[in-house]
């Protein structure tokens, strides 16, 4: 009997506590399917980040799912969202990637709308509308919009939570990563982008904390000497999630490390204005932190040399998992520096990230064959009936010592925060269907 996707992840419900999940989630049709209206259609979903567009006007194109949306700052400096459809008969109204404009007008019958949505030029109103079309009705859909330490959420649910209650204690996490001197952060550019046929799922979870692969994935980096690590760090750090948001991080420890590895003294001094003393008691010794938002957003900080041996220069990259469809991702990867850093380290940080990150970036080839693999195992009919074992640190309690919110085990080679993942995502799976586009007019 073939069983539909609902009763199926029901019977994940029982499955997942005991460390146990379907193989099958990581390239599934019908997952896709819910997934486009429980999960893309509720959660807070990041678009990019405030300083790709800075001035009044500019804009840029993203999605959350299969939804267009147009980011764009506004005449006051707000940031707005909107999907990318005419209300007259649903043409694109914004073409480019990237710009700056003062309205949007629909190549079709030529409506236009200002930046803030209000549909401000209907052609021929008072001759074929007899004006009668009331235009204050008519604006863009608006998508709801939050921000965060630079980062630009979107969110297509008009009851979703406060971003806030979203990130629900993460933000302590993201400060290292987004504001880590308090000045806050900038992109290198836009971001690098390809398409790749690997679940968005596959890659979320790897960033989550998947210390365990580094040593065999990664093994030529820590051969050659071009990132400072041992095995050691399978016994060290900490593996820390928030129970029921889905967020995790995964905090890699090398024994020996110089305190702030990789970042110049002024950022190393930034780092001691701008966070609190528990931040920078974690973060200094850190080797690298990788942690994954909830759903799609994956951040990883960490020191690369280009002289094997050398300590090498620390580089921060964000990747957004934007899921094409069942087993197929386009991956956007940005390169995040602190404003105030030394225009030296900016560039050599955007160096490592390079040659790290990206289409030709030697990790991103390394972890996305690995995940094309997963995801074309996971597609296949017999793996249907197949569960994955997530055994790894169950047994391990919290440790209470730990200053930082959530729930954090050591050391961080665990799949602990991987089931508090996959329980999160299936209790919005498992939620009672709302409506998705609240907002609708
Ligand atoms: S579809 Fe945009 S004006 Fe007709
Ligand atoms: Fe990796």
Redesign the pocket.
């Known amino acids: 009997m073939t069983l539909s996707p609902e009763m199926w992840l029901h019977r994940m419900r029982e499955e997942v506590p005991r460390g146990r999940v379907p193989v099958r989630i990581f390239n599934d049709p019908s997952v896709w399917q819910l997934e486009q209206e429980r999960i893309f259609g509720r959660c807070w979903v990041v678009l990019g980040h405030e300083s790709e567009i800075p001035g009044r006007g500019d804009y840029m194109l993203r999605y959350i799912a299969d939804n267009a949306v147009i980011v764009v700052r506004d005449e006051v400096g707000s940031i707005r969202g909107h999907l990318n459809m005419?209300?007259?008969?649903?043409?694109q109204?914004c073409r480019a990637e990237l710009g700056n404009t003062s309205h949007f007008r629909?190549?079709?019958?030529?409506?236009t709308y200002d930046t803030s949505g209000e549909l401000i030029g209907?052609?021929y109103h008072k001759e074929v509308y007899n004006e009668r079309l009331d235009r204050s009705e008519w604006g863009l859909v608006p998508v709801r919009i939050e921000t965060y330490s630079g980062l630009i959420f979107g969110s297509l649910d008009a009851s979703a939570e406060p971003l806030a209650d979203f990130l629900g204690g993460f933000q302590w996490y993201l400060d290292y990563f987004l504001n880590p001197t308090g000045a806050g952060t900038e992109v290198c550019g836009p971001p690098d982008k390809w398409i790749v046929d690997a679940d968005w799922k596959i890659c979320a979870e790897n960033f989550a904390g998947d210390g365990y692969h580094l040593p065999v994935t990664h093994q030529f980096g820590v051969k050659f000497g071009y990132f400072p690590s041992n095995n050691r760090t399978h016994f060290e750090g900490y593996a820390v999630h928030i129970p029921g948001k889905g967020h995790g991080i995964g905090l890699g420890k090398t024994p020996g490390l110089q305190p702030f590895s990789g970042l110049p003294e002024e950022v190393q001094e930034g780092m001691k204005r701008g966070l609190d003393p528990d931040q920078v008691e974690v973060f200094k010794d850190v080797r690298s932190a990788i942690a994954t938002i909830f759903p799609n957003l994956s951040l990883v900080s960490q020191p690369f040399s280009r002289t094997p041996g050398k300590p090498g220069t620390r580089f921060c990259g964000m990747r957004l998992w934007h899921p094409l469809g069942a087993g197929k991702i386009q991956v956007y990867c940005w390169c995040v520096v602190p404003k105030d850093a030394p225009a030296a380290y900016k560039e050599e940080a955007y160096r490592s990230f390079t040659l790290l990150l990206g289409p030709g970036g030697v990790f991103d080839q390394d972890d996305l064959d690995n995940w094309r693999s997963v995801t074309r195992s996971a597609g296949s009919s017999a793996a249907r009936q197949l569960t994955f074992p997530y055994d790894m640190g169950q047994d391990r309690e919290p440790d209470p010592s730990f200053p930082g919110p959530g729930v954090a085990v050591s050391p961080y080679v665990s799949e602990v925060n991987f089931v508090n993942l996959w329980s999160t995502w299936l209790e919005y799976m498992l939620a009672d269907e709302r409506a998705a586009v609240g907002d609708v007019r």
């Open positions: 005419c209300r007259h008969r649903g043409a109204v629909c190549s079709y019958h030529g409506w209907v052609p």
